[in-house]
């Protein structure tokens, strides 16, 4: 009787190279986050006092296109690069030089167009550094270890949003400010293109399944990410007036604060309790070789807190309901990129179908505030629906699954 081959010991990815990749990926999101919610908005403000809205609108909509076509286009570029060489670092490094120099060309614009060309190039240059960067995650880190790190890896959002108030202080000049935030990016950054060792501990062999199966399954983790992200970006862009707004018939905010200092200590303390839960959740996910309870979970909770948060009746009940959605959000969006990174349809083109599920991010930010102009901006019944769509999204997840190999595989 033949014996079967030693496979082997199991892939592992060492935890200083997962620390250097998050480290990475925070740079990526310092890239854009402080630029997109402080430093544009003054520039826009400074270029067309008289215009800001209609600018910021263009800049937005260009913006995001230019990011989606990116995003897909460098990332299939990338894989390329991969299949030859094992690396995807040239393109990670081309986008960072790219990023600072888009900031130059941003910080030199006086004319509305000269400033919308320059983010154009900036969102060109962010993508081409994003779209590679986070596809390592799915050539270097094991499926056994992808719950943690992705789960680490949302940390970055909030840390990235906190990096702003450096960005903020009285004194600093608007040149100032861009050379703070290029030293943030650059020493995260650089860490990992002089350091990190690309292995392919997480990259698998090429599915011996039907393509189209694969394809059918990923457009199914595909759709419920797009459910979920369109009540993200919804909440996200618009929770802030709905809660000064709702607050009106509340009372006094709690511990003295004003309605504005209540809602944004809300809103940062939500978010540490959401880092925190997803941690957790990423770690037990990986101990039960299981996400898809995890992610079930985070999309009841996320429909049980929308309905709430647009009937609550108190402070208490909105921040509950709030900070409810919050930590489901994040629990559900940490471990379905795991899960995503796991059904791949096909390895050799992780980036690019990456790049593709990128752009759940980008409709939802293209759509939904069009959606609102379009149909009015009582937000309690939109946030109301909203708990259906992450119910769908949820529901959605239930039929996707990580093994797709065929019978007797």
């Known amino acids: 009787m033949t014996g079967l081959a030693d496979p082997g010991p199991a892939p592992h990815i060492r935890q200083?190279?997962?620390?250097?990749?998050?480290?990475?990926?925070?740079?990526?999101?310092?890239?854009?986050?402080?630029?997109?919610?402080?430093?544009?908005?003054?520039?826009?403000?400074?270029?067309?006092?008289?215009?800001?809205?209609?600018?910021?609108?263009?800049?937005?909509?260009?913006?995001?296109?230019?990011?989606?076509?990116?995003?897909?286009?460098?990332?299939?570029?990338?894989?390329?690069?991969?299949?030859?060489?094992?690396?995807?670092?040239?393109?990670?490094?081309?986008?960072?030089?790219?990023?600072?120099?888009?900031?130059?060309?941003?910080?030199?614009?006086?004319?509305?167009?000269?400033?919308?060309?320059?983010?154009?190039?900036?969102?060109?240059?962010?993508?081409?550094?994003?779209?590679?960067?986070v596809a390592v995650m799915a050539d270097e880190v094991p499926d056994r270890?992808?719950?943690?790190?992705?789960?680490?890896?949302?940390?970055?959002?909030?840390?990235?949003?906190?990096?702003?108030?450096?960005l903020v202080i009285p004194a600093?000049?608007?040149?100032?400010?861009?050379?703070?935030?290029?030293?943030?990016?650059?020493?995260?950054?650089?860490?990992?293109?002089?350091?990190?060792?690309?292995?392919?501990?997480?990259?698998?062999?090429?599915a011996s399944t039907v393509p189209l199966r694969r394809s059918a399954n990923y457009f199914l983790v595909w759709l419920a990410r797009l459910l979920v992200q369109t009540a993200g970006v919804t909440v996200s862009t618009y929770v802030f007036l709905f809660l000064m707004s709702a607050g009106r018939s509340f009372g006094p905010a709690p511990f003295n604060m004003t309605n504005d200092q209540f809602i944004a200590s809300l809103i940062a303390s939500a978010t540490l309790v959401a880092v925190g839960v997803t941690l957790g959740a990423g770690r037990l996910s990986d101990f039960s070789g299981r996400r898809r309870p995890f992610i079930a979970l985070a999309a009841l909770?996320?429909?049980?807190?929308?309905?709430?948060?647009?009937?609550?009746?108190?402070?208490?009940?909105?921040?509950?309901?709030?900070?409810?959605?919050?930590?489901?959000?994040?629990?559900?969006?940490?471990?379905?990129?795991?899960?995503?990174?796991?059904?791949?349809?096909?390895?050799?083109?992780?980036?690019?179908?990456?790049?593709?599920?990128?752009?759940?991010?980008t409709i939802p930010a293209l759509i939904v505030p069009l959606v609102i102009l379009t149909r009015g901006q009582a937000l309690a019944p939109i946030f109301a629906f909203l708990g259906l769509v992450t119910a769908g999204g949820g529901l959605i997840m239930m039929f996707a699954r990580r093994d797709l190999s065929p019978p007797g595989a």
């Not at 270890?145 to 450096?166: D, F, M, N, T, Y």
């Not at 990016?185 to 060792?197: E, V």
């Open 145 to 166: 270890q992808k719950g943690r790190v992705a789960a680490l890896l949302a940390i970055a959002h909030p840390l990235a949003s906190l990096s702003g108030a450096l």
């Open 172 to 206: 600093a000049s608007e040149g100032q400010r861009y050379f703070v935030l290029c030293m943030l990016i650059s020493a995260a950054l650089l860490p990992f293109s002089a350091l990190f060792r690309e292995k392919g501990a997480g990259a698998r062999v090429e």
């Open 301 to 361: 909770t996320m429909t049980i807190a929308l309905p709430t948060l647009a009937t609550a009746g108190s402070w208490s009940m909105a921040a509950f309901a709030y900070g409810l959605f919050v930590s489901g959000y994040s629990i559900f969006i940490a471990l379905h990129s795991a899960f995503a990174m796991e059904t791949l349809p096909a390895p050799r083109h992780r980036a690019r179908d990456l790049g593709i599920l990128n752009l759940t991010n």
């Open 16 to 133: 200083s190279s997962i620390l250097l990749y998050a480290l990475a990926y925070l740079g990526a999101f310092l890239t854009f986050v402080p630029f997109f919610s402080i430093l544009l908005p003054l520039k826009v403000v400074a270029v067309a006092p008289s215009d800001e809205v209609r600018l910021m609108s263009a800049i937005a909509t260009w913006g995001a296109l230019a990011a989606s076509a990116a995003n897909i286009l460098f990332g299939a570029m990338s894989d390329r690069t991969w299949a030859r060489s094992r690396t995807r670092r040239p393109w990670i490094t081309a986008g960072f030089i790219g990023t600072l120099a888009a900031y130059i060309a941003i910080h030199s614009s006086t004319e509305p167009q000269d400033l919308i060309l320059a983010v154009i190039a900036l969102q060109v240059a962010i993508n081409m550094l994003l779209g590679p960067l």
